[in-house]
């Protein structure tokens, strides 16, 4: 999750009282289930005290560009940093695919490609700011996904270019993870588990350098995020072209979401190490 030590599985109270202070964390708030609609789509999460626990959401890239026998799973740098800095390791981390996944499994009960390294861009710095240009990052599968097809990076400037011809004006996107979810009426903000992999829509609502601004009103018939859907893929409506990943936005999952952009030269800087460019 974004600007928290907090690992996602944490008391529901514990975040409720950390969602005045912890802005940008994000989850899907008033989506549906995802069900196979997002395969690619992933959850990321760690081991310890004989449990696996939902940390993150992430999306496969497919294999390495220097190493075709390494899989490459995309997800924000500051899940990755805050991980480290708690003191886990690739080894603590796991990932699946499973769209049925809970925030809490036995991991026998699933099948999970085996981490073997993570990364994230050099100058991602830990602060409470509500944007961070280089929050990008990578978990290294010891093996490609067999049968998963991955998902596409965006060409360079793709958003620039869509805003450039008029496309983004009142354009839909597609949100996906498995962070909790939020209700805000009727009392105190509440965040519950979602029962799997989670799909929102949003309508565009601005551009930076850096960002992609989106609206979910669910009272205006759209959803946007909450706690723990950090990394996970955005995407404009039925594509598979992953054009920002969550990150930040209403630290009260009420409203705006800012996932941060995949086609400025700064994180096709970073993932080029890794993946083949478009």
Same mark, same amino acid.
């Given at each position: 999750?974004? #600007?928290?030590?907090? /690992?996602? @599985? =944490?008391?529901?109270?514990?975040? !409720?009282? &950390?969602?005045?202070? %912890? ?86 009960? #699933?099948?999970?490609? /085996?981490? @073997? =390294?993570?990364?994230?861009?050099? !100058?991602? &710095?830990?602060?409470? %700011? ?149």
């Amino acid at each position: 999750m974004r #600007r928290s030590r907090l /690992a996602l @599985g =944490a008391a529901v109270a514990v975040l !409720a009282a &950390a969602a005045a202070t %912890a802005p940008g964390a994000q989850a899907i708030v008033g989506g549906r289930p995802d069900g196979d609609d997002h395969p690619a789509a992933g959850m990321m999460a760690i081991e310890h005290d004989g449990i696996t626990e939902a940390w993150c959401s992430a999306w496969y890239a497919g294999p390495h560009r220097s190493d075709p026998g390494t899989g490459v799973v995309v997800t924000a740098g500051h899940c990755l940093a805050d991980l480290a800095e708690l003191g886990f390791a690739p080894s603590d981390i796991t990932v699946t695919f499973d769209t049925g996944a809970h925030f809490y499994w036995d991991e026998a009960e #699933r099948v999970t490609p /085996a981490v @073997g =390294a993570t990364t994230w861009h050099p !100058a991602y &710095a830990y602060d409470y %700011a509500l944007s961070d240009d280089e929050d990008y990052g990578v978990v290294l599968l010891e093996d490609p996904v067999p049968g998963l097809a991955p998902m596409k990076l965006p060409a360079a400037g793709m958003l620039d270019d869509l805003k450039s011809r008029g496309a983004l004006a009142g354009s839909l996107w597609d949100s996906v993870g498995y962070g909790f979810t939020a209700t805000f009426k009727r009392g105190p903000v509440r965040y519950d588990p979602p029962p799997g992999r989670m799909l929102a829509l949003s309508r565009f609502a601005g551009l930076t350098k850096s960002e992609l601004g989106l609206l979910g009103n669910p009272d205006a018939g759209f959803s946007t995020g909450c706690y723990g859907d950090s990394g996970g893929p955005v995407l404009p409506h039925g594509s598979n072209v992953v054009a920002g990943m969550t990150a930040g936005g209403d630290p009260l999952c009420r409203a705006k979401a800012t996932p941060t952009r995949l086609d400025i030269p700064v994180a096709r800087a970073f993932f080029r190490d890794h993946l083949r460019l478009p």
